[in-house]
């Protein structure tokens, strides 16, 4: 069955730092690309990271944000460093096998919530 499934999401302070993790099942993460997308309350969902063999980052999380793979334990991260409010949401990490911008998403995670407030 392929399946990702994300975990890390919780509560931080303003500053504070979270590292997500989405674990692969059933299929590979090598050869892939695979990205992090969040969702605010009341906002469409928005890439946030892309990884193809380059890195992308939308500029709100540049400097912040780092995505890295772990192909042997097959799972990606998203270390989240000086959160602010506005990272609040949930997060997805998504496949494709087509390179970064991920246009097309060919499997989705069931989402971890960030929630960064004081």
């Known amino acids: 069955q392929v399946q990702l499934v994300e975990s890390g999401g919780g509560l931080v302070q303003p500053g504070g730092s979270l590292r997500l993790s989405c674990a692969a099942s059933?299929?590979?993460?090598?050869?892939?690309?695979i990205g992090w997308f969040r969702q605010a309350p009341g906002k469409e969902r928005e890439g946030v990271s892309c990884?193809?063999?380059?890195?992308y980052y939308v500029d709100s999380v540049k400097g912040r944000f780092t995505i890295s793979t772990d192909y042997d334990a097959n799972t990606v991260y998203l270390q989240m460093n000086s959160l602010k409010p506005e990272d609040t949401g949930v997060y997805y990490c998504?496949?494709?096998?087509?390179?970064?911008?991920?246009?097309?998403?060919?499997?989705w995670g069931q989402g971890t919530l960030v929630t960064v407030s004081s």
């Open positions: 059933g299929f590979p993460l090598r050869g892939y690309t």
């Open positions: 990884i193809d063999g380059s890195t």
């Open positions: 998504a496949v494709s096998s087509a390179l970064c911008p991920q246009r097309r998403v060919q499997v």
